[in-house]
C-alpha cells in the first residue's frame, strides 16, 4: 500500500485564512461603528477579497520570487490584511468619515460570512476527525 503525504493546511483550504481576515474586519467595523459620532475619526476597512488572494496565493496572482541575490525578500503571507481608509460619499464637517448604515451593514454581511466560514471549518475538521479514527 502506497502512504501519501498529507497536508492539514491543502485539507482546510484558504478557510483558516478567511476566518482570521474575517475577525480582523470585524474588529475594524465594530471600530468605525463605535466612533461614528467622534469629530475627526476616519473609517478604516480591508480589501477582503485582495487580503485574502494574497494569503493564499490565488486569484490568478503569481507569487513573487528572488531571482537575484541582490532582490529584496518576498514579504511572508499570512499576516495581517493592510488596513485602508474607507472613502466617505459625504464627508462631514468635523471630519468623520464614518458612513454608519454602510458600516452597520457591512458588520451584519462580515457576521454571517465568519458564521458560514467556521460551520465549513468545523465540517471539514470533524471528517478528518473521523478519517483518522476510521468511523
Do not use: W
Amino acid at each position: 500500500m502506497l502512504a501519501m503525504p498529507f497536508s492539514i493546511d491543502q485539507a482546510l483550504g484558504v478557510f483558516p485564512q478567511a476566518l482570521q481576515l474575517e475577525a480582523q474586519r470585524a474588529q475594524l467595523l465594530a471600530s468605525n461603528i463605535a466612533n461614528a459620532d467622534t469629530p475627526g475619526y476616519k473609517a478604516r476597512d480591508i480589501d477582503f477579497k485582495a487580503a485574502l488572494a494574497a494569503q493564499g496565493g490565488q486569484g490568478g496572482a503569481l507569487p513573487l520570487m528572488r531571482t537575484n541575490p541582490e532582490h529584496m525578500e518576498p514579504s511572508a503571507a499570512g499576516g495581517p490584511a493592510p488596513v485602508l481608509y474607507q472613502v466617505p460619499l459625504q464627508p462631514s464637517l468635523d471630519g468623520n468619515t464614518v458612513n454608519l448604515q454602510y458600516n452597520q451593514a457591512a458588520f451584519g454581511e462580515n457576521a454571517l460570512r465568519y458564521q458560514a466560514t467556521l460551520t465549513i471549518l468545523s465540517g471539514r475538521l470533524s471528517g478528518l476527525s473521523k478519517a483518522i479514527m476510521g468511523t
